[in-house]
């Protein structure tokens, strides 16, 4: 019973749903079966080498769903093994975020006990990104899902001939970043970065107004999208602002009557702190406009303007095809909050 139970390392799927996730595929795939008992709590924590908690609270959700019942001095036996699982996802991410985990926990809330989710993360590096691939297809199981996000620090040219040849299309679910040369036959919920800032923009003009000047920062070494760069470009034409792009906040001089879009959270951090050494108040002589919304930025610095695509409709929108096996194939919903930084 134990060669049952499949908990990774490298996989962000918390360890307690790991458990419960190999005790699901189990049951619909004829493996374990109706009053079959499962290992004890203490059989689990010393094979794998994790905490009693972790176990305990795996068995609590069984319970708690009715697919396992405990028998005091006994142990934990099956009491549902008519199960309709609907899917087993793979899941990759280029990182874990805050705004990542968002979509995650609304894609694992939504699909609850429907499905399982194998969750890994390839930090922006398209070498990984292939490998965890690749290594999925290595596994004793098959597939019904791929979902995959797609940004790279370098590389990553030859993505689509890669996932063409890789990855049934049938099965491919993409978010976050639209693969274009993939037919719209293939479900994806992305951001239309270049439309997205612009309209952004366009909303906060009226704001932007009192500044002569906007640069955007844009690491030269970037995951973020160049579309972001064409759609803030064409902004500052059509409505005549000088601007710039930034590719090293640390050693750029604050100027005033200037806007500043940050993209990364540590370049938000060091652009504060480089303000904070001059003269100039923040919403009057120099202003931000930040990606993502995090609960810190409504508090910091008396709230910092925010304009940020709807992660939590990203991860809702992936579990909803999953679940209905239908594709879709839209651009997710983006949104600004206005605040006293600009």
């Given at each position: ?92 991410f280029n990182k874990l975020s805050p705004h990542k985990k968002i979509i995650y926990d609304a894609f694992a809330k939504s699909l609850g006990d429907n ?228």
């Amino acid at each position: 019973m134990l060669r049952l139970i499949d908990i990774k390392e490298e996989s962000k799927v918390p360890k307690y749903k790991q458990i419960v996730d190999s005790i699901l595929a189990a049951i619909e795939n004829g493996k374990i079966k109706l009053d079959d008992r499962l290992p004890s709590v203490n059989e689990l924590l010393i094979e794998f080498d994790i905490s009693r908690d972790t176990v305990v609270r795996a068995y609590d959700h069984l319970k708690k769903n009715k697919i396992i019942v405990s028998v005091p001095g006994k142990g934990y036996y099956i009491k549902q093994d008519q199960l309709a699982l609907k899917a087993k996802v793979f899941l990759l991410f280029n990182k874990l975020s805050p705004h990542k985990k968002i979509i995650y926990d609304a894609f694992a809330k939504s699909l609850g006990d429907n499905a399982t989710i194998d969750f890994f993360i390839y930090e922006n590096n398209y070498r990984h990104f292939k490998e965890l691939i690749m290594d999925s297809k290595k596994r004793s199981y098959t597939y019904t899902h791929y979902v995959v996000i797609s940004h790279f620090e370098e590389g990553g040219d030859d993505v689509l001939n890669f996932i063409k040849e890789e990855i049934p299309l049938e099965k491919l679910i993409v978010l976050d970043k639209r693969l274009d040369g993939l037919s719209k036959q293939v479900s994806c919920i992305y951001q239309d970065f270049e439309k997205d800032i612009y309209s952004a923009l366009v909303e906060l003009n009226s704001k932007l107004r009192k500044y002569s000047k906007i640069k955007l920062l844009l690491r030269q070494k970037t995951y973020h999208p160049l579309e972001i760069k064409k759609g803030f470009i064409k902004f500052c034409g059509q409505y005549a602002y000088d601007f710039g792009i930034i590719e090293e906040i640390e050693s750029s001089k604050i100027e005033p009557e200037t806007v500043y879009i940050n993209l990364k959270e540590n370049d938000l951090v060091t652009l504060i702190k480089k303000i904070k050494q001059t003269e100039y108040e923040l919403g009057k002589d120099v202003g931000i406009i930040s990606y993502n919304e995090t609960p810190l930025k409504e508090v910091l610095l008396d709230g910092i303007t925010v304009i940020s695509t709807d992660f939590e409709n990203l991860g809702k929108k992936a579990a909803e095809i999953v679940l209905n096996n239908q594709p879709i194939y839209s651009d997710n919903p983006f949104y600004v909050i206005q605040r006293n930084s600009l």
